[in-house]
C-alpha cells in the first residue's frame, strides 16, 4: 500500500514537473546550436534593402570595433525592427546573427 502511494507520489510529481520543479534539478533546457545551424546570411533576405545596409554596418562595427573607435564612433545598444507582420523582421534578425556568428 505505501509503495502505491509513493509510486503515485512520483508520478504525480513528473506531470507536474516542468522547468522550476524539485525533481528537474540538472536538466538543462540550454540547446547547442552548431555552426552549420547558423545559415541565414544577409544574402537571404531580400526586399528591404536599406534596412540590410544599416544592419550591415552594426556586422562590421561587432566584428571590429577598433576601427570605428579610431574615429570616435560608440557600440550601438540596439536595433528595433518596427513593421507588420510578414515583413521579414525575424529573417532580419536570424541574418544578423548569423553574419555575427552567434546563436
Known amino acids: 500500500m505505501v509503495g502505491l502511494l509513493v509510486l503515485l507520489f512520483f508520478i504525480m510529481m513528473r506531470r507536474l514537473g516542468g522547468a522550476g520543479s524539485p525533481m528537474s534539478f540538472g536538466r538543462s533546457r540550454g540547446r547547442l546550436y552548431a555552426q ?6 544577409f ?6 534593402d536599406e534596412a540590410v545596409e ?7 562595427f561587432l566584428r571590429s ?11 550601438p545598444k ?22 555575427a556568428g552567434v546563436p
Open 78 to 99: 540596439g536595433v528595433l525592427l518596427v513593421g507588420p507582420p510578414g515583413t521579414g523582421k525575424t529573417l532580419l534578425a536570424k541574418a544578423i546573427a548569423g553574419e
Open 54 to 60: 544599416e544592419v550591415r554596418e552594426i556586422v562590421d
Open 43 to 48: 544574402d537571404d533576405v531580400a526586399g528591404i
Open 65 to 75: 570595433p577598433e576601427k570605428y573607435q579610431r574615429l570616435g564612433g560608440r557600440i
Open 36 to 41: 552549420e545551424d547558423l545559415g541565414v546570411t
